[in-house]
């Protein structure tokens, strides 16, 4: 009988230790999800030999959902940055057209169609060039990637923006390796026009721009060489609508280059731009 209530105790003794083990664990579980709801994710250590499977999953689900609302705040940011930067920009040529429709009902000159027609021109660009570089920025255009000659991409480029250069009396001296690269035709060849246009546009009239395409060890490289004055901060260079001290008088909206390092990044290529000397070298490397 002795032996039996004393087994009995054991039993009530382990039943009773198993119950405050388990308020425990639901008290350390409770713990575990309010500090994790509180975005202390990066406090927390898992180990497997004290955390349940259970535990494992809460934590990759709450992971994975800190992970998600990063990415929309910053898409938040991004959509309202874009939209200041639309506003900002359009605000003057709307104005200037509003202004000269104004003056044309009062006196009828020509040279008031010729102002409110550049101002549509202007507009229309920048509308089209915002298109780009949000449907880039957002991922929404996926590249289509391709054997293509690189020598040819950018004979092509050339031919393209030679008439701008003669106008200035500027030399296009190309040293051009004969390759081939995995690339996006369209959008590869838009970044290096905007690249090109800016060394036209830049350049000191009878000066010269030099495009040097070759392969090295580790890369297919291109690089555009041109004249030109001070351009500011280069680490603004590549941000959207950054236009620096020289490109006053100068055409322009500083969104090609903004366009250009995005298409180079979803291609995995690097640019980086280099001043000194009064010249300016931009530096484009792409993957192997």
Known sequence: MEFIIFILIIVLLMVTYKYFQLIREMREFSDFIDYGTK???????????????????????????????????????????????????????????????????????SEYFDIIKYELEKLDFLIKNLVKSSRLESNIISLEKMNVNFKNLILD????LEPQAIRKN??????????????????????????????????????QVIINSYKSSLNYNLDIINKCEDIGDLSKLFTRFYRGENSVLKDGLGLGLFITREILEKENAQIKAIYNDNKIKFELDFPL
């Open 170 to 207: 500027i030399k296009i001296i190309k040293n051009l390796e004969d390759f081939n690269l995995n690339v996006d035709l369209r959008w590869t060849k838009e970044a290096i026009h905007n690249i090109l246009d800016n060394a036209i546009k830049y350049s000191p009239e009878n000066s």
């Open 157 to 160: 480029v050339v031919s393209e």
């Open 39 to 109: 975005g202390n994710l990066c406090d927390i250590e898992l180990n497997e030999k004290e955390v349940s499977k259970l535990k494992s999953k809460i934590y990759k689900f709450l992971k994975s959902n800190e992970i998600r609302q990063s990415k929309l705040k910053g898409e938040k940011e991004k959509t309202q940055n874009l939209i200041a930067d639309i506003s900002h920009q359009t605000k003057t040529p709307i104005t200037n057209l509003n202004l000269y429709i104004n003056l044309l009902e009062k006196e009828n000159k």
